[in-house]
């Protein structure tokens, strides 16, 4: 009886330490996937705005990175809204629809 009692504490702990551990993990996919898509957002603002290259060879180095990493199991993010209008004031396509008191994420343009 004490034995069972020991066991199902056991696997109640292994249980919350597993669920615990799930996420922490998804947090730090979510975490890398965030700065991905926040270092592709630069890289497409710079190349728009002329400030680098499009072939650099720091953007194929860090492509190539983000592709092996994917390759050895980090999922990739969820797809979201895509661009809907561009910005009048730095040129950028926005993930908003423009509506009047919205601003741009990137020079602050308020629509």
């Not at 615990?20 to 996919?29: N, P, S, Y």
């Not at 194929?60 to 979201?80: D, H």
Request: glycine fraction near 8%.
């Amino acid at each position: 009886m004490a034995n069972n009692n020991h066991n199902e504490r056991f696997n109640l702990q292994f249980s919350e330490d597993l669920a615990d551990t799930k996420l922490r993990m998804q947090l730090m996919v979510d975490a890398i996937n965030a700065l991905d898509t926040a270092m592709r957002g630069t890289f497409e603002l710079l190349i728009d705005q002329g400030l680098l290259p499009a072939k650099a060879a720091g953007i194929k180095q860090y492509n190539e990175a983000m592709v092996q990493l994917r390759k050895l199991g980090l999922p990739s993010e969820r797809v979201k809204a895509t661009a809907q209008v561009q910005c009048p004031g730095c040129k950028s396509m926005l993930r908003i629809a423009g509506k009047s008191g919205e601003r741009c994420e990137w020079c602050g343009f308020e629509f």
